[in-house]
């Protein structure tokens, strides 16, 4: 089974600073990587598919890049509403794994 | 508009089995291709994927819980249910029901997902 490995588990930045998170996958699964954004007490958000594929509705500060093994989700501009946890998530083979998590707080 | 909404005890003992329904309205379950999934969220944990039933029948597990999970799926009543046994502390978690679509085109590929809400199921004695 492909091993899901997201970096760091947690970060804390300023209002409008760069925030990267890294997702590294166990075996090559092309661009079928997507990342999502959850809440406490919400439902998960799909924010990105196909490494890079925006969803509708999602602020353009978000961003995914990779492919293969090495994934990244960028925020260009942190805003006090992004303080969630992220999650990558391999659907390339079941098991669809998600990464560990990353929580993003404001400081 | 398709909408899901999981449903069951919210309080299991330990060793018993949990039992959750999802119910899909604004749709009929035997239209399209879909992978009928479940993941859960424990709580201050990490989600985690436990697996679905797709449109064939065929189905695929977390392997972390494949020697107790069923998932089914029932066209008839426009549902479908998780069905974990032994049970312990550690499922406690948040359980959400989605439904998956992949589609594929010449350069690519895309899916749609509708998720439940979400219910909360305590396993205590």
């Known amino acids: 089974d492909i091993q899901v490995t997201q970096s760091p588990s947690s970060l804390s930045a300023s209002v409008g600073d760069r925030v990267t998170i890294t997702c590294r996958v166990s075996?090559?699964?092309?661009?079928?990587l997507a990342w999502y954004q959850h809440k406490p007490g919400k439902v998960p958000e799909l924010l990105i598919l196909?490494?890079?594929s925006l969803q509708s509705g999602v602020p353009s500060r978000f961003s995914g890049s990779g492919s293969g093994t090495d994934f990244t989700l960028t925020i260009s501009s942190l805003q006090p509403e992004d303080v969630a946890t992220y999650y990558c998530?391999?659907?390339?083979?079941?098991?669809?794994?998600f990464g560990q998590g990353t929580k993003v707080e404001i400081k | 508009q398709v909408q899901l909404q999981e449903s069951g005890p919210g309080l299991v003992k330990p060793s018993q089995s949990l039992s959750l329904t999802c119910s899909v309205s604004?749709?009929?379950?035997?239209?399209?291709?879909?992978?009928w999934t479940w993941i859960r969220h424990h709580p201050g944990k990490g989600l985690e994927w436990i697996g679905y039933?797709?449109?064939?029948?065929?189905?695929h597990y977390n392997p972390s819980l494949r020697s107790r999970v069923n998932i089914a799926v029932d066209t008839s009543n426009n549902q479908f249910s998780l069905e974990l046994s032994s049970v312990s502390a550690a499922d406690t978690a948040v359980y959400y029901c989605?439904?998956?679509?992949?589609?594929?085109?010449?350069?690519?590929?895309?899916?749609?997902?509708?998720w439940g809400q979400g219910t909360m199921v305590t396993v205590s004695s």
């Open positions: 039933s797709y449109n064939t029948g065929t189905t």
């Open positions: 196909a490494a890079s």
């Open positions: 075996q090559d699964i092309s661009n079928y």
């Open positions: 989605v439904r998956r679509g992949y589609y594929y085109y010449n350069i690519g590929h895309s899916f749609s997902e509708i």
């Open positions: 604004g749709a009929s379950m035997s239209s399209g291709s879909y992978y």
């Open positions: 998530q391999n659907y390339k083979n079941a098991p669809w794994t």
